[in-house]
């Protein structure tokens, strides 16, 4: 995956600033996600850091958004029943690794098989205090709200409000591969 990231270089002059892999993967059981962009307030501002680097946080700062890619292995079977206080993947889940396969297959297509340290159990249905605007780019995923399922497929868009519990499910043989763009409801 090529990241492309735009700024102004020393002499202010517009410039590409980043190019190149990503580099935050987060590997957590069934979810690969790439972290490519996050933003710690609004409105955001230019910058020479690349604040993607962060410790990884499910949801982006207070006042901040994410933008990222997740993989969802096949193999999802039923919905589970952790609730708004369960973990999941509203947009990933795991912790900040270096470089990594996330879009070119990798763990995603083995069921993620380890997680990284401290997010095993990062699996289950959950709320966020985020607005997520979701888009499925490849494979199939069915959203869990309560007790509505949805199948979705390519170009198939969710607009996941702040608070309601949900869960994604990748039934198919096939991995899944989502964008979102998360903004903080906090």
């Known amino acids: 995956m090529n990241r492309v990231v735009t700024g102004y270089d020393e002499n ?3 410039a590409i600033v980043r190019q190149g892999e990503p580099p ?9 996600t790439t972290e490519l962009w996050v933003t710690d307030r609004t409105p ?3 910058t020479g850091a ?3 680097t962060s410790a990884w946080e499910l949801e982006p700062p207070p006042g901040g958004t994410c933008f990222r890619i997740v993989e969802i292995a096949p ?3 039923a919905a589970s029943d952790g609730g708004p206080g369960g973990a999941g993947g509203s947009a990933a889940s795991g912790s900040a690794g270096t470089g990594g396969d996330a879009g070119t297959g990798g763990d995603a297509g083995t069921g993620g098989s380890v997680p990284d340290p401290g997010h095993e159990g990062f699996q289950d249905a959950h709320a966020t205090q985020t607005l997520d605007y979701v888009t499925v780019l490849s494979g199939q995923v069915t959203l869990v709200v309560g007790g509505a399922e949805v199948a979705l497929g390519p170009g198939d868009c969710v607009v996941q409000q702040p608070g ?3 869960d994604w499910l990748n039934r198919s043989a096939e991995r899944a591969v989502m964008v979102g763009v998360l903004l903080s409801a906090r």
């Open 12 to 14: 202010g002059s517009p």
């Open 50 to 52: 690349d604040p993607s």
């Open 44 to 46: 955001p501002a230019v």
């Open 75 to 77: 193999g999802g079977g």
């Open 24 to 32: 935050t993967v987060i590997r957590a059981g069934r979810y690969v």
């Open 164 to 166: 309601v519990p949900h």
